[in-house]
Structure formats: C-alpha cells, structure tokens
C-alpha cells in the first residue's frame, strides 16, 4: 500500500509510462505486476478516496493515461464479441464510478467501449446493458426519444469469473461537453434562460424512461451529456438503474453523489420514479445562478423529502413550461456557447464520427469502483409532450 506522498512522488516525477510501470511486456507476469502497482496507486489517489483534493486528482488522472499508454504499447489484444465481432482499443476517453470508456475501431467503424476496472462490478455493467436494451425496445416505438439515450452496439456477453465485461456503443456526435463542464464554464450559475432548453429535454429523458420501467438512479452532471450548439442532451451512465420499488444495484461514494442522494437512497430503501425526480431537480438547483429564483422555487418543490409529495416527471413536462411561459414569454432561440469556445476551441470533446460518449468504462485495473457500495438487488399515465 502506497502512501499519499509516495503515490504522488510516483506518479508526478513519472517522465514516461515505463519509467512508472517498467520496460513494456506481453509476459503475463511482467502485465500482472503492472496492475498491481497500477492498482495500488489508484487506491490511494482516486477522487472517491480524496474527494476535493486537486492534486491528487489531477495525479489520477495521469496515473490512467500512463497505464493506458504502457498496456496497449504492451500489445494488447483487441476485444472480441460473441458475435464475431473484434474491437480494438485506442485511447482513454473518459472515467466512470464503474468502467472506463475508450474510443476503439470495429465492426464497421468508431465505436466507444466501456470497460469494467473490477470483475466484481459486472453485474453493474450487465444492469446497464439491460437498461440500455429496454430503452431502446422502448424508443423503437417512440422514436423522438432516441436522441436522449445511448445506443448500445455489441457486448462481451457472459464473462468467466475474472475476466471482465465491455459494452460496445455508438459513439454521440462531436460536441457534445457534460454539464460538469459546462458547471465549471459557469462558477457563477446559469442564466435561467439556457437552462430552460437543458432541463425541458432531461426532463424528457427522465419521463422517458420512468414509462419504459425504469429507474436511473444516478443523475448528476457528469451523467447528462449537453451539446451546446445543437441544444442537444443525452442522458448516459445506466449501470445503477433498477425497476421502480428495487433497491438501486450500487452507490457511490462520490461527493456530487452523496450530495445528490434523496432520503431514500441514503436509508438503503427501495427507489421510485419520484427519487430520479429528486435528484434532477437536485442538480437543477446546483447549475441555476442564484438570481433565478422562480425555477429555483419550482426545483425545491421537485426535492421534497418525501417521495410521495414529489410531482410525476411526465406532470412536470407541462408544469415548467407553464413557469417559463410566466418568466420569459414567447419562446426564442437562444444560442448557449461555453466561454473557451467563443475563442475556437471545444470543451470536452473529441471526434470519433457520428457519435461520442463521456462518463463511464476501464480497460485497465481498478481505479474508480473504491467508492463504490455494492446492493443486493430486492426483487420485489401517458407521457406528456415528449415530443415537442
């Protein structure tokens, strides 16, 4: 076990991969040593472990680029698929609370493929895998609601006990930031106005999903996906959802997590509808500039404690509208640009075809899944205007 100043000495004076993992390999025991180091390390600096400790986390970060970089320059093999399928992974784009997500090539094209970092969390992988295939069933019949979700492509199927699953998706059109980033673009909070398109569309997300059966579970900013240009939001990281009255498979011990948890949750109780009520208004609260105080008034009565007192997602799609009619009027288009990109730039993004995904898998060894607690699964109208 390493110590926070070693792990830190470590991995900051690191010029190069093999400086911090050793000369590159395909010898088994030579790669299993590799993770280990790779997995001591992680323990110690993971945010889930330091919480808001810049350093360390920054540390992590590139701890994860470093044991990418030393694994596929170590010959790794590509993933294959019952269906014949071969992936090959290429590199890191994003860390979830259980996998990590790479771009990669197959199949016939770009993809994203998300990775559990312990085989003891596939479970949660398979959850979403479930999830995302109910939701596509669902929006195959309601085809407005499909940009909302992502699209699953192909997947590991069962995996032997110490192997690890992967889920193949489609990647999301360059673009697109999460509203993590677009928090930290705007300290000061959102003028009402851009979040008013923002919450409409996640509001249908989640009304959505609610009459397709299911429960997320785990709507924070890092799981909603926003393209700025396009007005455009994804609601992605499904590996907590369940069907209402179970209790969540897992949560986590994340601090935007822990802070956006309802009562319910916090007690280990079954979840409903009414708890992803919660926490999207829970995070309606964090993004608003603090002069908003009419949406800011509509999103506490949308976080009450108990989960009976709160609205039904699919009543609230008409009842906001009504708020921003009564605050804006006739509605205009309203351009939303993120302040690096009126200078050129993209936030958060990167091109891999039609489609990208931000926010979940890992290829190598554990790193995120620490703050995760582990649940045993309790088996135990319309939607409205979610066409406009």
């Known amino acids: 076990m390493f110590t926070r100043e070693e792990a830190l000495r470590r991995v900051e004076t690191a010029a190069s991969a093999t400086v911090l993992f050793g000369p590159r390999s395909a010898d088994s025991a030579v790669r299993r040593e590799a993770q280990r180091t790779f997995r001591g390390l992680a323990a110690v600096l993971h945010p889930d472990r330091t919480g808001a400790d810049a350093r360390a986390g920054a540390a992590s970060a590139e701890l994860t680029r470093l044991y990418d970089d030393w694994t596929r320059g170590a010959g790794a093999a590509a993933l294959r698929t019952p269906a014949g399928n071969a992936y090959r992974i290429g590199a890191l784009h994003a860390t979830g609370s259980v996998a990590n997500a790479y771009l990669a090539e197959g199949g016939g094209g770009p993809c994203v493929v998300k990775v559990v970092r312990n085989p003891a969390t596939n479970a949660l992988l398979h959850a979403e ?36 699953a992967f889920t193949v998706l489609e990647p999301l059109v360059d673009g697109f930031v999460t509203l993590a980033d677009v928090r930290r673009a705007f300290p000061a909070g959102l003028d009402g106005r851009d979040w008013a398109w923002m919450h409409r569309r996640l509001l249908r997300a989640v009304a959505g999903a609610h009459r397709a059966g299911l429960v997320h579970g785990a709507i924070v900013a890092e799981n909603v996906l926003v393209h700025p240009e396009q007005h455009g939001i994804v609601l992605v990281g499904w590996s907590f959802a369940v069907e209402p009255g179970q209790r969540l498979l897992a949560t986590s011990g994340a601090a935007e997590f822990r802070a956006a948890y309802p009562p319910e949750v916090r007690a280990g109780a079954p979840v409903t509808a009414a708890t992803d009520v919660h926490m999207t208004h829970a995070l309606m609260l964090g993004l608003l500039g603090p002069g908003e105080t009419g949406q800011r008034a509509f999103a506490r009565g949308c976080t009450q404690d108990d989960p009976r007192t709160r609205p039904d997602a699919a009543d ?29 730039e993209r936030r958060g993004t ?22 995760l607690r582990l649940h045993q699964r309790d088996e135990g109208g319309a939607v409205h205007r979610l066409e406009g």
Do not use: I
Not at 146 to 155: E, I, K, S
Not at 316 to 340: A, N, Q, W
Not at 353 to 363: E, M, Q, S, Y
């Open 129 to 164: 895998l479930d999830a995302l295939r109910a939701l596509g069933e669902f929006t195959s019949r309601h085809r407005w609601l499909t940009p909302y979700y992502p699209r699953v492509v192909d997947a590991s199927g069962p995996v032997g006990r110490d192997e690890r």
């Open 316 to 344: 609230l799609l008409d009842e906001y509208d009504e708020l921003l009619d009564e605050l804006y009027g006739d509605r205009v288009f309203r351009p939303f640009v993120l302040p690096d990109q009126k200078n050129g």
């Open 350 to 371: 990167r091109q891999v075809g039609r489609r990208h995904v931000r926010g979940g898998a890992d290829l190598p060894g554990g790193q995120g899944d620490r703050g």
